[in-house]
């Protein structure tokens, strides 16, 4: 059986590391105008739900 990739979930675990990156380039201010509070809300829930939606469930191991 031959895995299938999503793209639209890489593309978003991409703009999850944008967001990152640039949230890391205000702490040294190359970018203090950037929105920190948009991107700190938004770029971390966005790793734990594309990792929660292909993680997978093995019950034996409980």
Do not use: C, Y
């Not at 967001?19 to 734990?48: C, G, N, Q, Y």
């Amino acid at each position: 059986m031959e895995k299938v990739r999503l793209n639209r979930f890489d593309n978003l675990k991409g703009l999850a590391i944008l967001m990152i990156v640039f949230w890391h380039l205000r702490s040294v201010d190359l970018f203090p105008e950037l929105p920190v509070k948009f991107i700190f809300l938004t770029a971390l829930p966005i790793f734990f739900f594309v990792a929660g939606r292909f993680s997978k469930q093995n019950r034996t191991s409980l």
